[in-house]
């Protein structure tokens, strides 16, 4: 290779070395990679999906009175748990009187037509991400009760032979 060959190639070295194209890639920061979002509101918008409860044509004020009103039925629930005067018995009582006092208010919230179309729309997405349509027992876990004691379990029948 001669010197003036030696140096031509140099410079196109040098040249592509300091293009735009090179330099900003080296600049750029790396990308993020996210497998999933991190939150429901960053799912929502990224897929532009309206919420269900938009969908079913309900309002946001019905939406905001609801998540009021299970909250209110939450603390009655733990109120009545924390109740050391009631035995077991009666708590269930109670809770299941409060539990259906808040059923009542928010079906006066909500059209039987807009609970419908909110399931549809719920049990759909659910299962566009592959889970089950259901959702859980309010928080319930199996096997406890409502305060969280554990409930009995079912004697085993036995074996016929």
Known sequence: MTKKSATVALAVIVVLNLSPATLLAQAAPPAKVHNKPTAPVARMQAAHVKPCWEVAGISKSAIAERRRIEQETRSQVQSVCNDSSLNEQQKREKIREIRQQSHQQIEGLVSPQQQEALKACQSERAVARGGSA????????????????????????????
């Open 134 to 161: 259901g959702h859980g027992a309010g928080g319930i876990r199996r096997g406890e009760g409502p305060c969280g004691e554990m409930t009995a379990p079912k004697p085993a029948e036995p074996e016929r032979p």
